[in-house]
C-alpha cells in the first residue's frame, strides 16, 4: 500500500508557508509525526504553539539536492508545498529558481529515496488561463496565452517536473488549488487581500476568480495523500467569486469603505502603476501588478466535481463563512 499509516513520518516542504503551515496543523491532528523544511525567518505565529513545537523543523532549501536527500531519509511520504508566490516582474528568476527547479530537486530526491507516497502543491494558474470566461476542469491543456503570468507558467513548468516523475515511477498525485483564504500573515501571498481591504483599497474588478478555505485544502490535501491515488490531479475550489463581490464582504465584516473605483482596462494600467510606484517607497509587494490586474480582469470558473466524486463526504466551506472567521482573527490579534 502506498498510503502512509497513521504514526507515519511525513515531510513537508514549505512548513512555514501559509498552506504549509495548515497542512502540518492537519497532519497533526490526524496523529502523523511531521518533518517541515523551512526558510530563514520565524516559524508562522498562526501556527498553533502546540503544534509547532512537535514538528522536526529542517533548515534547508529545496535549490540544494543534498540536503533535500537527507531530509527524505526515514519519511514515508512528501508533500510538497514549497514555491514562491509573486506577480511582479522582478522575481521572475526566483519563479523559475523555486518552483520550477527546486521541483526538479524534490521529485529526483523522492525518486532517489524511494518515498512511497508524494503529493505535489500545484496551482490552478498551472492549467492556464486564455482570457474571457472560461470554466476550468483537470482536463484543460496548457496554452500559451498573454493571460498567463510568470507565476503560472513557473507553476505549469514544476508541475511538468511531477508528472516526468510519475512517469518515473513516483507514486505522487497533485492538487491546483484556487486563491487560498484565510488568517495568516497578512503581509504575504493571498492574506494581502484581506490588509489591502482594511487599508480601504479603492480598485475592483468584475472578473470572476475561484478562492478555496485554507483549512478546506489542508484537509484535501491529507485525504489525498491518505488515499490509493497515482497519477492524478484535483482542482480544489471552494467557490467562484467576483473581486467586487470579494472585496466588498471584507469591507463589509471589518467595517471598512468598500472599493468604489472600477479598474477598467486603461484605468487598471493607472492604478497598477500607481501601485508599484508606491511599493518603491513603502517596501512592501504591490496588490495590484500588470500581471495581478490581467487575472483580476479574467472571468474564470473553477470547478470542483472531480475531488467531490471522488470524497463524497467532503465539503467546502462557504466563502462567506471563511471571511468572516479570518477578518474576526485579524481583527482579535490586532494584525492592522
Known sequence: MNNPKLGATILVTGGTGFLGAYIIGE????????????????IPFFLPSDIREKV???????????????????????????AKI??????????????????????????????????????VAALGRTGGSEEVTEEKSWEKS????????????????VWRGIGEGLPAVIVNPSTILGYGDWNNTSCALFRSVYNEFPWYTEGINGFVDVLDAARA?????ESQINGERYILNGDNW???????????????KPPTREATPLLAGIAWRAE?????????????????AKVAAGKTFFSNDKILRLLPDFRFTPLEETIRMACQHYLRTAQP
Open 27 to 42: 497532519l497533526m491532528q490526524k496523529g502523523y509525526a511531521v518533518r517541515a523544511i523551512r526558510r530563514q525567518g520565524a
Open 56 to 82: 522536526e523543523w529542517l533548515r534547508c532549501d529545496i535549490r540544494d539536492p543534498l540536503g533535500l536527500e537527507d531530509a527524505m531519509t526515514g519519511v514515508d511520504a512528501v508533500i510538497h508545498a514549497a
Open 86 to 123: 509573486s506577480f511582479s516582474g522582478r522575481e521572475r528568476r526566483e519563479l523559475w529558481s523555486t518552483n520550477i527547479e527546486g521541483t526538479a530537486n524534490v521529485v529526483n530526491a523522492a525518486l532517489e529515496r524511494h518515498i512511497p507516497r508524494f503529493l505535489y502543491v500545484s496551482s
Open 146 to 161: 498573454p493571460y498567463n503570468t510568470n507565476y503560472a507558467i513557473s507553476k505549469f513548468h514544476g508541475e511538468m517536473e
Open 221 to 225: 490535501i491529507v485525504r489525498l495523500l
Open 242 to 256: 467576483s473581486w467586487r463581490h470579494l472585496f466588498e464582504t471584507m469591507a463589509r465584516e471589518f467595517g471598512k
Open 276 to 292: 508599484n510606484l508606491k511599493s518603491l517607497f513603502t517596501g512592501r509587494s504591490a496588490l495590484l501588478t500588470r500581471e495581478s
